[in-house]
Nanobody, 126 residues
Framework: QVQLVESGGGLVQAGGSLRLSCAAS????????MGWFRQAPGKEREFVAT????????YYADSVKGRFTISRDNAKNTVYLQMNSLKPEDTAVYAC???????????????????WGQGTQVTVSS
């Protein structure tokens, strides 16, 4: 069973930065793409970013492109989301997820992910 545990969320002022981490259990972390998604109150879950198994491919939602950076350290079974220039509209619960394959051009689709973390709250004040 794969477990994903996020950390690093919190309260930050607009324009600030946060770095989220997602630690995964198991020895197969490096074989799968990973993604970050977010969900604000009353809204649908939204894709944020994804990274392929080897880090050679990354893809971002237009709303975060140029501000957020996804990365991974397969030796540490951890994926990161560096969030800069945060805006109040970035406020949400952020969850990491493990995809069902090393890479797919559809890794923005939540249906591609079969393991999810509980999420960490990010609140950006104006």
């Amino acid at each position: 069973q794969v477990q994903l545990v996020e950390s690093g969320g919190g309260l930050v002022q607009a324009g600030g930065s946060l770095r989220l981490s997602c630690a995964a259990s198991g020895r197969t972390f490096g074989f799968y793409a990973m993604g970050w998604f977010r969900q604000a109150p009353g809204k649908e879950r939204e894709f944020v970013a994804t990274i392929s198994w080897s880090s050679s491919f990354t893809y971002y939602a237009d709303s975060v492109k140029g501000r957020f950076t996804i990365s991974r350290d397969n030796a540490k079974n951890t994926v990161y989301l560096q969030m800069n220039s945060l805006k109040p509209e970035d406020t949400a619960v952020y969850a990491c997820a493990r995809a069902s394959s090393p890479y797919s051009s559809n890794d923005f689709d939540p249906a591609r992910y079969n393991y999810w973390g509980q999420g960490t709250q990010v609140t950006v004040s104006s």
